[in-house]
């Protein structure tokens, strides 16, 4: 346990029961540090530590700016850089231990999959779960191409923040390929601070308080000549991890910045997505999301 604001709410909740429990907030593995051009947030790192950093205030705001749009300011001087990216799904039926949950209790099946869905993923879903990721920081680091470090029994290494998540096929229990005894010690962006003039991430939320994501996009442009020559775009609120958006990335190289190219971008995000009963609106709402932020970065002075 470090920051323990997701921990104690399963446990009081009765969706985790573990029997030993590890303080890990004595480990030296916090803090922020920026050189040579590289982030590096410790695990450790509380939130709000985080976001009010200069070097990622001024080099990295999509960061900063995802922080900022997630918890509370309380919750945020709690929680820290690794438990956000390993926060479990807001899905009510793996919260709720008497109703049907393969994430929680595999076999059990997926009660979301004909019930209440409104919030559930449009991407990345099986017929075993169709729960969403919740974390804000998680969809503004894969967008910047974020390393996570990870030290284990067997030894560290370092793999692509992408490659931490699983898609639930076959066994939705299972959120991340962390193995058992594994920790994340470190979080390393690389170059990030060239999307910082262009770069911003848009929540939209059933209020503006304490709220999760319906839909988020984390967005970054790079100009040269007045064409688009780098594009970032990874989306949450959809999918059962961040969403990176790579084909609309493409799709945008050596566009001159305007509403068609944006439109475009936007177009291809939402192909194949797969609507349940309640939650067809977010296709549309993702759609104009991203080319309401594309609309803010690329016009930036």
């Given at each position: 346990m470090a920051g323990g604001t997701d921990l104690l709410q399963l446990w009081?909740?009765?969706?985790q029961a573990p029997e030993h429990l590890v303080d890990i907030t004595g480990l030296p593995i916090g803090g922020v540090t920026a050189a040579a051009g590289r982030l590096a947030l410790g695990a450790l790192a509380r939130l709000g530590q985080v976001a009010a950093h200069p070097a990622v205030a001024k080099g990295h705001p999509l960061i900063a700016q995802a922080i900022l749009a997630s918890a509370s300011g309380q919750v945020r001087n709690m929680a820290t850089v690794a438990g956000a990216l390993l926060q479990r799904t807001r899905c009510v039926y793996f919260r709720s231990e008497p109703l049907p949950c393969n994430k929680r209790a595999p076999g059990s099946g997926c009660g979301a999959l004909a019930g209440e869905n409104r919030q559930h993923a449009l991407f990345g879903g099986s017929d075993a779960c169709v729960a969403t990721h919740p974390s804000d920081l998680a969809v503004a680091l894969a967008a910047l191409d974020a390393q996570v470090d990870i030290?284990?029994?067997?030894?560290?290494r370092?793999?692509?923040?992408?490659?931490?998540?699983?898609?639930?096929?076959?066994?939705?229990?299972?959120?991340?390929?962390?193995?058992p005894g594994e920790l994340i010690t470190a979080v390393e962006v690389a170059d990030a601070d060239r999307f910082a003039a262009r770069s911003a991430y848009l929540k939209i939320r059933d209020r503006a308080s304490f709220e999760f994501?319906?839909?988020?996009?984390?967005?970054?442009?790079?100009?040269?000549?007045?064409?688009?020559?780098?594009?970032?775009?990874?989306?949450?609120?959809?999918?059962?991890?961040?969403?990176?958006?790579?084909?609309?990335?493409?799709?945008?190289?050596?566009r001159r910045p305007g509403a068609e190219a944006w439109a475009a971008a936007a177009d291809i995000a939402v192909e194949g997505?797969?609507?349940?009963?309640?939650?067809?609106?977010?296709?549309?709402?993702?759609?104009?999301?991203?080319?309401?932020v594309l609309e803010t970065v690329g016009d930036l002075a």
């Open positions: 009081k909740a009765g969706v030290v284990g029994p067997s030894g560290a370092r793999l692509a923040l992408a490659d931490l998540y699983r898609l639930p096929a076959a066994s939705p229990e299972r959120d991340t390929t962390l193995s994501a319906v839909v988020s996009v984390a967005a970054a442009l790079r100009l040269e000549g007045g064409v688009v020559v780098e594009a970032r775009l990874a989306v949450g609120g959809v999918a059962p991890m961040p969403w990176r958006l790579s084909r609309s990335e493409a799709a945008l190289i050596g997505a797969r609507p349940l009963a309640h939650n067809g609106f977010k296709i549309e709402l993702l759609r104009r999301a991203i080319v309401r």
